[in-house]
């Protein structure tokens, strides 16, 4: 009789540019434009289980640029991966999928947001590196504070 595995796995299986769009809505007046723009990045990362012990992490990328109130342009990116992980207690699966996932996944996405900016004629944005495990702390840290009862109020 074959003993069940019961060793921990974490294995990348695919990573892949799951969503990518460039909007320039006000080209080719807002080009014109010597203005230096205002540059605005948005980040989210997100987990999702696809099959038993398949996980997706998806990070996405939002890079708003501005003159005044009109845009230059908008890149939304989307990279993901596809990871098995088995055998992990909760509070381990929670920081893989939360810190070293993304980690792995996030430096695809900045060389296809900087390659996207570039193919539209911008010079390249380059996304700053994220520090994953600080992010996830303190997502743990709103949640547990969100989850908490409220004290108390007395009433005197």
Do not use: W
Not at 88 to 97: C, F, K, P, R, V
Not at 105 to 121: F, K, S
Request: charge should be negative.
């Amino acid at each position: 009789m074959a003993e069940a595995n019961l060793d921990p796995v974490f294995q990348i299986q695919r990573v892949y540019l799951k969503d990518v769009s460039l909007e320039q809505p006000n080209s080719p007046d807002i080009l014109l434009n010597q203005e230096q723009p205002g540059v605005d990045i948005q980040l989210g990362v997100d987990a999702t289980p696809v099959a038993d012990g398949l996980f997706e992490v998806t990070v996405t990328a939002t890079v708003h640029t501005k003159i005044a109130d009109k845009t230059v342009f908008l890149v939304e990116a989307k990279q993901a991966g596809i990871f098995e992980i088995r055998n992990m207690q909760s509070e381990q699966l929670g920081a893989i999928l939360g810190i070293a996932c993304p980690q792995i996944v996030y430096p695809y996405l900045r060389g296809n947001v900087a390659d996207v900016i570039q193919r539209g004629g911008f010079p390249p944005v380059h996304l700053a590196e994220i520090n994953f495990q600080a992010m996830y702390e303190q997502q743990q840290v709103e949640a547990a504070a969100a989850a908490a009862p409220a004290a108390p109020q007395i009433i005197v």
